[in-house]
């Protein structure tokens, strides 16, 4: 069975930082793209970035370029999203889901963390 179990949410203000970690099990994570995805509080699931199996390649929001940082660490099954100068509107809960960006809002997520960011 495939598990995703994300940590690291808080409530931060504007231009903190956070470090999102996404402990995973149930599924071949060394060959697994995988991916980060946000949903805001009445809005829509949105995509946030992605990461090859072997950390090769990473995309990224244009919402959070520049800012946010993902990465893996496939001998412990984990996926990192680093979260720099946040702002409000980055304001969500975060998941972390098994599959490239092209199903990354369709793919079966875990329970997320909240991330607040406020003054």
């Known amino acids: 069975e495939e598990k995703l179990l994300e940590s690291g949410g808080g409530l931060v203000q504007p231009g903190e930082s956070l470090r999102l970690s996404c402990l995973t099990s149930g599924f071949e994570f060394n060959w697994a793209w995988m991916s980060w995805v946000r949903q805001a509080p009445g809005k829509e699931l949105e995509w946030v970035s992605t990461?090859?199996?072997?950390?090769?390649?990473?995309h990224y929001a244009d919402s959070v370029k520049g800012r946010f940082s993902i990465s893996r660490d496939n001998p412990n099954k984990t996926l990192y999203l680093q979260l720099n100068s946040l702002k409000p509107e980055d304001t969500g809960t975060y998941y972390c889901?098994?599959?490239?960006?092209?199903?990354?809002?369709?793919?079966?997520r875990g329970q997320g963390t909240q991330v607040t960011v406020s003054s």
């Open positions: 889901v098994n599959a490239p960006r092209s199903r990354a809002l369709t793919a079966p």
């Open positions: 990461i090859s199996s072997s950390a090769s390649t990473t």
